[in-house]
């Protein structure tokens, strides 16, 4: 086909530019079809019969109403006077292995005194999108007796999608420290977080205003570290929690798995383990679990990698003395063994804390570690089909 | 502030948009580097500005 331009001369239809523009179409659809899966996915677990209040971030920030950062809270309260726990997950949604460990807690807690609060999924958004440049897979899944349960593999920080540009420099608030750009996103590095900043910054300032609005007496915050990083396996507190965090990790190392603990440094700011315990009187602690998968050394990016742990090349870095956990390709770091961490890490902590402040004391049970290590965590799951649908709840 | 951090926000899918745009137009319409190698890279370019428009990565 041809037609006259201005000039008189004759063009071309241009073909392979439409066939060009066709295929990149194409390609839009298929690799837009897989951002949107993982974008929408939704999480699905059953709820402990203890289940008392649903909230959402947003009740304590009316402005994250609507928004990809506004995320359930559920409540156990045993109706008997006691202390407040709050127990978050996911503020880094690559590290998921701390939202598995949230849904076997919330599906097998029992509350005896005290309340416990359970933040599944701390930055919602971030899990949202996969890390940007990492060829990450979207999801893991986790064998249960009635199919697989499939989860969510998100990003470091809030989805670009929602807040974006980031700035050349973070000036974090309200210390004025520079921090790199990219922790303008990462919830870990915003708190206490401010009423009217960006979407990330609202998201850290609610979660402020839950616990002190709600007077939690111990705010654990859940992790995965890389084992070439030196905090890995370890709490990391607040002074005022330092002795129930240093106690807690003798009796872990004494009686089931290596346990540090480390102080969290005064002249780092916007990490919970520091700003949840200087802006309120919360006793706080941050847990990490050794997540070879986050590691920089490691071969391709599988989500075998991510649910056994196991590589060569990181193996290799041991053998040289390396990585700060022992390591082996043998055992790896299987997903029971991270979540297992976190569960009785938990529970001593707040054993401790019982001990130390006995006005505080909260009495609650869930799966420990030596549960997983003889179960696996898809044990502790319920089928959604059989369960009562007020239990039943989508993420 | 978590207004204007809205309009920023906006603005810059407008601007995806408009360099989407920008880069459809001259796969078909430009005057310089008229070779097919450009062609296939102009087409590829758009991808993903089309996806951020759309709110999906």
Known sequence: ?395 | MVFLEQVIHIIYFIFAAFIGFFLLRNLFKRTSRTGRVYDIVYAYCIIPFLLRVLGIK
């Not at chain 1, 289940?51 to 009316?62: A, N, Q």
């Not at chain 1, 009635?146 to 210390?175: A, C, M």
């Open chain 1, 1 to 395: 086909m041809k037609k006259n331009n201005s000039m008189g001369e004759k063009q071309s239809f241009p073909y392979f530019k439409v066939i060009c523009l066709v295929i990149a179409l194409i390609f839009a659809f298929f690799g837009g079809r897989e951002f949107y899966e993982l974008r929408h996915f939704k999480e699905t677990f059953v709820s402990a019969p203890g289940l008392t209040e649903v909230k959402m971030l947003s009740d304590y920030l009316s402005s994250l109403k609507g928004t990809w950062m506004d995320t359930p809270i559920f409540v156990y309260d045993s109706g008997v006077p006691g202390g407040n726990i709050l127990y978050m997950a996911n503020v880094h949604p690559y590290e998921p292995a701390t939202s598995l460990s949230a849904y076997i807690l919330m599906e097998n807690i029992n509350v005896t005194k005290g309340k416990v609060f359970v933040i599944p999924q701390g930055n919602r958004s971030g899990s949202t999108t996969g890390m940007l440049g990492n060829a990450y897979p979207k999801f893991f899944h986790v064998p249960t007796s009635f199919g697989e349960k499939t989860l969510r593999i998100g990003d470091r920080g809030t989805n670009p999608l929602d807040q974006w540009p980031d700035p050349f420099t973070f000036v974090h608030y309200p210390s004025r420290q520079n921090l790199a750009y990219q922790d303008i996103r990462n919830m870990n590095r915003t708190y206490p977080g401010r009423e009217n900043g960006t979407l990330t910054e609202r998201a850290s300032y609610a979660i402020m205003e839950l616990i002190r609005k709600e007077n939690i007496d111990l705010s654990i915050d859940v992790h995965e570290a890389s084992i070439m990083y030196p905090v890995v396996a370890t709490y990391v507190a607040h002074e005022r929690s330092f002795d129930i965090a240093m106690m807690a990790a003798m009796m872990l190392t004494a009686t089931s798995f290596d346990m540090k603990c480390e102080s969290s440094p005064k002249g780092l700011r916007g990490l919970s383990h520091r700003e949840w315990g200087d802006f309120s009187d919360t006793l706080a602690v941050l847990m990490e679990t050794p997540e070879p998968f986050i590691d920089r050394v490691v071969g391709p990016m599988t989500e075998e990698l991510f649910t056994e742990g196991k590589d060569e090349f990181l193996a290799t870095a041991a053998e040289h003395g390396l990585t700060y956990v022992p390591y082996d390709l043998e055992f790896g770091s299987p997903l029971w063994y991270r979540c297992g961490r976190h569960l009785s890490g938990a529970l001593e902590v707040i054993n401790q804390m019982n001990q130390f402040y006995p006005e505080k004391e909260v009495i609650v049970e869930w799966p420990t570690y030596e549960d997983l290590k003889e179960h696996d965590c898809g044990y502790f799951f319920h089928d959604p089909d059989k369960a009562d649908p007020n239990f039943v709840f989508e993420i």
